[in-house]
């Protein structure tokens, strides 16, 4: 199931044109700080390795996204009769604004470099845990948070039944075994990315993390290894109705935890969250 968030963000409809400047121009060249041409044109091994049952790829929490300035408008009505009218006028222009707002300050938020291509090792992410010793690992609290219904327990708090909705491609399941717990960002996405220079602890926190909403996701066995550790550039949901909240998801648990993207994944996410708020 599908758990929106409200974002803060820094309104500025012009970052638009201020992004589009700086990933349309040819190859991006990286700087200390800034962008450059992703590191590869084409995906990279990593798109074919296919995540273990019951995981994906994920993160844990840092910083926590900022808050949003409140935007407002209210056209005064020029005849009587007319206010309820533009009370819905207003309403439906704050809410695109407030939109766009939210994929400006995302994209915004975005540190464009060269990915790292070697070294990972999903080893390195130790998961799924039982941070809060309550004998439920994070993948069995994601079962029971995300389930619709009530869901059956079998022993050392195993979840086997209960009722989800896998955002990925609109399939219901009520068998837990049919379910992946999916990293928003892969676990190799996260190495490749900027986990690479993590200590341990910080590498199995983010493996873990249940604090943020976006990180671990409940989705269907195939759509889990349909996505593999590929990026939004090389990987969308079938289900078109949820792409939007996809990338920006995806777009969440990156600047959470101060990941990068390279220049093609910035691309599309880009791309796609211009389609996003027109």
């Known amino acids: 199931m599908w758990k929106p968030k409200t974002i803060t963000i820094v309104t500025s409809l012009a970052l638009f044109g201020f992004i589009g400047l700086v990933t349309d121009s040819p190859e991006p060249q990286p700087t200390t700080s800034q962008t450059a041409s992703q590191a590869q044109s084409t995906p990279t091994a990593s798109a074919s390795q296919e995540p273990e049952p019951g995981s994906n790829e ?14 407002s408008s209210s056209p005064a009505p020029s005849e009587p009769g007319q206010e309820t009218a533009n009370e819905e006028l207003v309403a439906e222009e704050s809410g695109s604004s407030e939109q766009v707002d939210r994929f400006t300050f995302l994209l915004a938020s975005m540190e464009i470099k060269p990915e790292v291509t070697s070294g990972y090792d999903r080893g390195l992410f130790k998961h799924w845990i039982d941070a809060d010793r309550d004998s439920c690992n994070a993948r069995e609290e994601v079962l029971i948070i995300e389930s619709l219904e009530p869901v059956t ?18 399939v219901s399941i009520t068998e ?3 379910l992946d717990i999916d990293h928003m960002i892969p676990l190799k996405e996260a190495w490749d990315s900027g986990a690479n220079t993590w200590s341990a602890v910080r590498r199995q926190a983010f493996a873990n993390d249940l604090d943020l909403p976006q990180a671990l996701i409940a989705v269907s066995a195939g759509s889990n290894r349909s996505k593999s550790a590929r990026d939004p550039a090389e990987w969308l949901p079938t289900n078109i109705s949820y792409r939007c909240q ?11 935890w101060d ?9 599309a996410l880009r791309g796609i969250s211009v389609g996003c708020v027109n």
């Open 58 to 71: 994920t993160e844990s929490v840092d910083p926590e996204p900022k808050a949003t300035p409140e935007v």
């Open 153 to 170: 327990l079998g022993a050392g708090c195993k979840v086997l039944t209960g009722s989800w909705f896998s955002v990925y491609d609109g």
């Open 176 to 178: 837990s075994s049919k």
């Open 246 to 256: 996809y990338v920006e998801d995806w777009m969440v648990v990156k600047t959470k």
């Open 259 to 267: 990941l990068s993207v390279d220049a093609r994944e910035f691309e």
